[in-house]
């Protein structure tokens, strides 16, 4: 008769799958002594109360006094199921087999879910083959009963894309990153691209306020911050107000250089920004990104005129089910959002979106695709006509059958930090570093061979070139051959630090100014082939005064000739501007050269040079009074003459403020 009810009662929930069965344990039938049948009898009540709310936090809070009553009865088939299930909704989703397994060798009719169960329970223990079984086990039943089969198609379809990723696993290394976490819930890592500072997620004891989430009895979520010194994370620190509040704090995204931070408040994203030593008060993106809907996980372009997020596809936050969107900034105001292709987005649930320092390659998480079961982390290039290659899943151990979130890599392609559940960890989610290898095989006759980044690193700090104090600058990028503004940074105005990224394939002009202040000039010409460079540039910024010197690194001429090459011009005109904006200053032109060739002929050189830079400023509106040409050839070198840098470095145009 047990049975048979238990027939009746699994059948009303087969076709939703729900995990809050009406499932009753009777521990009289299997009543072992008198002492501790009453406490375990009481601790049943206060789980399955906990149990049927079915809620997430509400299994975790369930688990303890199940396993208490168990205790006092091992062998009851029941609760070895309601056990097995708890666990299966918990983030320790690995322990469920051994109780599954006992139910069901007791009691093969403990539940009609049995079968889609185990068939969880194997999955993610890895155990792909067995999962199979149990699935197409329960499949049938679902056919036996007229039942929908797409949600056990889908567990078949993932434990098959894991059976092919775990036979050919990639040689990555992946290390809990020990100091970092705690025995609470630690996720969404963010780092600089230069991973010098990673900020993150936790849940642990001593959040801001120090409440409990009633949903699951954990504490809010607050934002900590770690510092990588001599290669090694330092303790991390609660980041404070106004970034973590009494309530939910969480991090979704950070800026390249590390001075621009989105998290996740009120099911919307915020933005805030260092300003020296202190977070500016979070502000809410406005409505083109942030809608009735779920808006989570961002993260912006390397120049900051782009940001990829989560939307979700309903208002319900319990089933948004988020696709990727991306906005970009026009005028200096965040566009209106649109939806990704489909080749990235898929029917379920993507998450933590992460857009590389390179530019082109988009990270995110998604239980779509070859996924192998829950979040998945994928890889996508953006191809030079602007759409996307077909997303490639990371591959084994890196994905696990359990989720995988919350992906970032940092800027030289091959360390990678994420969210995940494995078994050294504490219980939770913890924080993983991959080192990976530069060659990743997929497949048999698939590879991806350039998964190191191709891109130029340039950091460095800003200080007054007379006192040594750190100056808050703007800094603008340019591609001197389409003369186009690419991005503009801000150096700390506490620390004087910058960081800049720059894809390789372009020639770059560097501007850094500050009012006040003669500009600095300098050129980072990047052939395509680059690979990962870091370049350090501690700049000196002289004040506009009688005799000050600037460098003009982004005149080019073409060999052995007067003749200015278009890609002079950004640079020709950053100099119109600032005698515009200094209408009584006067400059001296003044060309150089190394020493190749005879004296003479590099005097005569150096002053054409001189003079075209003169005469274009001239046909921009420049008065001739203001300006003065000189030729100085090998006489005042910068560098040695000996190498063919300290040769380039000789070769140069500068300017001197002749009156203020």
Known sequence: MKNIVFFILSFIYISSFSQNERISVDLSEFKIKPEGYEKAKQNLKKADALFRKNK???????????????????????????????YLESVQKKKALEYLKKA???????????????????????????ALKEYHIFKKILKKYGRNTDKVNKRIKECE??????????????????????????????????????????????????????????????????????????????????????????????????????????????????????WTKPERLPSTINTDAVENSACISFDGKELYFIRGKTLNP????????????????????????????????????????????????????????????????????????????????????????????AANGQDGYYSSVKKDGKGFMDIYKIDFPKEIKFKDDEKITDIEAK??????????AETGAKLNTEIKIFDNEQDLHILTAKSN??????????????????????????????????????????????????????DAKVILRNIFFDFDKATLRPESYSELNRLKKLLNENPTMKIEISGHT????????????????????????ISKGISSSRLTSRGASWNEPVDTNSTDEGRQNNRRVEFKVIAK
């Open 56 to 86: 997430r936090g509400s299994y975790l809070k369930a688990l303890p006094y199940y396993l208490k009553a168990y205790e006092y009865d091992s062998e009851n088939p029941e609760l070895n199921y309601l056990i097995g299930v708890s």
């Open 104 to 130: 069901y060798f007791i009691e093969p009719y403990v539940s009609m879910l049995i079968h889609w169960q185990l068939g969880r329970a194997y999955q993610y223990n890895a155990d792909f083959d067995n």
């Open 161 to 278: 894309s894991g059976k092919i990723l775990a036979e050919i696993p990639i040689d990555a290394m992946i290390i809990r990153l020990e100091v970092l976490n705690s025995e609470y819930p630690d996720y969404a890592p963010l780092i600089s691209a230069d991973k010098s500072m990673m900020i993150f997620t936790s849940r642990r004891k001593g959040s801001t306020g120090g409440l409990l989430s009633e949903d699951d009895g954990m504490y809010f979520e607050d934002i900590y911050v770690s510092y990588n010194k001599n290669g090694h994370w330092t303790k991390p620190k609660n980041i404070g107000q106004p970034l973590n509040t009494n309530s939910h704090d969480a991090t979704v995204g950070l800026s390249p250089d590390g001075q621009k931070l989105f998290l996740y408040r009120n099911l919307d994203i915020y933005i805030s920004e260092l300003k020296g030593n202190r």
């Open 318 to 409: 319990e089933t948004s089910n988020g696709d990727i969107y991306v906005s970009k900034k026009i005028n200096g105001k965040w566009g209106k959002a649109h939806k990704l292709s489909n080749v990235i987005n898929t029917k379920y649930d993507e998450d933590g979106v992460f857009m590389h320092p390179d530019g082109k390659t988009l990270y995110f998480s998604s239980k779509g695709h070859n996924s192998m079961g829950g979040y998945d982390i994928f890889r996508t290039v953006k191809l030079d006509d602007g759409t996307w290659a077909e997303p490639v899943n990371l591959g084994f151990p890196v994905n696990s059958p359990d989720d995988d979130l919350y992906f970032v890599m």
């Open 455 to 464: 891109l130029t690193i340039v950091k460095g700090e800003v200080s007054d």
């Open 493 to 546: 105005s506490v620390t004087g630090n910058y960081l800049v990224s720059l894809p390789s394939g372009k020639n770059y002009g560097m501007e850094v100014k500050k009012e006040g202040y003669l500009f600095y000039s300098d050129n980072f010409n990047i052939p395509k082939s680059e690979s990962y460079q870091e370049i350090v540039k501690n700049i000196k910024l002289y004040p506009i005064k009688k």
């Open 594 to 617: 190394d020493n190749k060739g005879s004296y003479e002929y590099n005097v005569k050189l150096s002053k054409d040079r001189a003079q075209s830079v003169v005469s274009y400023l």
